[in-house]
């Protein structure tokens, strides 16, 4: 069973920055977009940002501008860049990958940001 394996994930001061990662352990097929999403300590998954099988993007307003997806096809690999973090960017992030086969989405196991004010 192939697994997400996300990296980047720490503790920084508002205003800093960090790099999320995530790529598959072994190989996916049929990729159709790659996403990051945070879960929120009691609140449901939301979508951070996304990027389609043939680059677009889409992000949740409120780090638009801020922060920047994107993949290395050739590694299946996403990634997070995440600049003028706040502390309301705390979160755990989770890496999703969707595929035309079955089991048609994989998950990452999630890293935890944490912004301190």
């Known amino acids: 069973q192939v697994q997400l394996v996300e990296s980047g994930g720490g503790l920084v001061q508002a205003g800093g920055s960090l790099r999320l990662s995530c790529a598959p352990s072994?190989?996916?097929?049929?990729?159709?977009?790659m996403a990051w999403y945070t879960q929120a300590p009691g609140k449901q998954r939301e979508l951070v940002a996304g990027?389609?099988?043939?680059?677009?993007?889409n992000y949740a307003e409120s780090v638009k501008g801020r922060f920047t997806i994107s993949r290395d096809g050739a590694k299946n690999t996403v990634y997070l860049q995440m600049n003028s973090l706040k502390p309301e960017d705390t979160a755990v992030y989770y890496c999703?990958?969707?595929?035309?086969?079955?089991?048609?989405?994989?998950w990452g196991q999630g890293t935890q940001v944490t912004v301190s004010s």
């Open positions: 072994g190989r996916i097929i049929g990729i159709m977009s």
């Open positions: 990027i389609s099988s043939d680059g677009i993007t």
């Open positions: 999703n990958i969707k595929v035309r086969y079955y089991p048609y989405a994989y």
